[in-house]
């Protein structure tokens, strides 16, 4: 992913965020669905380039996406800062779920022109 980053350019306070967004939304999948894949793609907005990652877990969903979504607030009694951050960190942020069937996370980072 860094790797990714570094070959768009993208400045290094970008890459550190993009990788940090990543890492969340990765151990997300992993501790609270079970499990997933993650895919990564080269995106562009006329000329501007960006990064596209796309999370997916199969596993128990989230029944209320903006309590999920809000800073503190954690099923597992972890700090609960990992979604709220995460959409910090990068340029877009959406999330899909459907409790019982799984998530969907895609974020994208644009690089800064
Ligand atoms: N992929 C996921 N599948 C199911 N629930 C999730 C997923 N990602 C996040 N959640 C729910 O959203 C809550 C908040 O996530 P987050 O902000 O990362 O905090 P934390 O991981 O510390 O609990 C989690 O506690 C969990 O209930
Ligand atoms: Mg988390």
Redesign the pocket.
Known sequence: MSDWATRLAFSSVDRTKFVTAAS??G???L????G?TMTIAEVLKGEQPGLRLD?E?E????ADVA???T?G??????????????RRLVSEFNII?HPGR??R?TVIQWKRR
């Not at 596993?59 to 989230?62: A, M, P, Q, V």
């Open positions: 969340e939304l151990r997300n999948a501790v609270h669905g079970g997933g999370f877990d596993g128990k969903g989230i309590q999920a979504m800073d607030y954690s099923s597992a009694r972890s700090l609960g800062l990992g979604l709220g951050g995460a779920s799984g998530t996370v």
